[in-house]
């Protein structure tokens, strides 16, 4: 099945600097989505990147389907952004798992004020 | 605003007991889905369904049955229940694939199992 590795496992970062979270996948995907869980455990989409670069406010994802990773920019870092970053790749099209939804461990994320 | 209800928030049960942990999505999606979460783990799915009657097997199954009555509706049942149970669950739904079609998570429940 697929494997997913995110790094760094945590980051702590000073208000104002960029973040840089990075994931890798074992399986080539589509639909590789980005998720941001608050430090009270809610957890909501950020954006759905299968390839190539994608930008949501001041958020910017890259997706390299062939050399199957995905990285996440955050710039400008506010304090509002602390959380764990999860990213999660479906599984390959052709291997009947292509509904199942495989989540990294996470990038847990400190902006410090 | 697409809605994912779970209830209860938070179950205490005992080693043995029986827990149904129920799901409602108001999305009118075909997919929903059981995680659990533990530390050093993230999400890991235990099972999922793409419509009423279907049950699709995840990845850490046993131990767990579930059940989707109808459109809205998934229940995930603990039996038997086991300390290594203890575990923040999430509900999740979603259209089929599209146009980059997202999941949508409920608020999760919080077991606990002593």
């Known amino acids: 099945g697929q494997q997913v590795q995110q790094s760094p496992a945590s980051l702590v970062l000073q208000e104002g600097e960029n973040a840089e979270l990075q994931c890798n996948f074992s399986?080539?995907?589509?639909?590789l989505q980005w998720f941001y869980q608050s430090p009270g455990g809610s957890l909501v989409s950020l954006l759905s990147?299968?390839?190539g670069t994608k930008h949501t406010g001041r958020l910017t994802s890259t997706t390299v389907t062939k050399e199957r990773r995905s990285s996440l920019h955050i710039s400008s870092s506010q304090t509002t952004d602390s959380g764990t970053y999860l990213c999660a790749p479906p599984g390959a099209l052709l291997s009947g798992s292509f509904n199942k939804l495989t989540f990294g461990a996470g990038t847990r994320l400190a902006v410090c004020p | 605003e697409a809605a994912v209800t779970q209830s209860p928030r938070n179950k205490v049960t005992v080693t043995g007991g029986n827990v149904t942990l129920s799901c409602r999505q108001t999305n009118s999606h075909n997919y929903m889905y059981w995680y659990r979460q533990d530390t050093g783990h993230g999400l890991r799915l235990i099972h999922y369904s793409y419509g009423a009657g279907n049950l699709q097997i995840g990845d850490v199954p046993d131990g767990y049955k579930a059940t989707r009555t109808t459109q809205e509706d998934f229940f995930l049942l603990l039996e038997l229940a086991s300390p290594s149970q203890t575990s923040l669950y999430f509900c999740?739904?979603?259209?089929?694939?599209?146009?980059?079609?997202?999941?949508?998570f409920g608020s999760g429940t919080r077991l606990t199992v002593l």
């Open positions: 399986s080539t995907a589509t639909q």
């Open positions: 990147n299968p390839s």
């Open positions: 999740a739904s979603r259209g089929d694939w599209g146009s980059a079609e997202t999941l949508y």
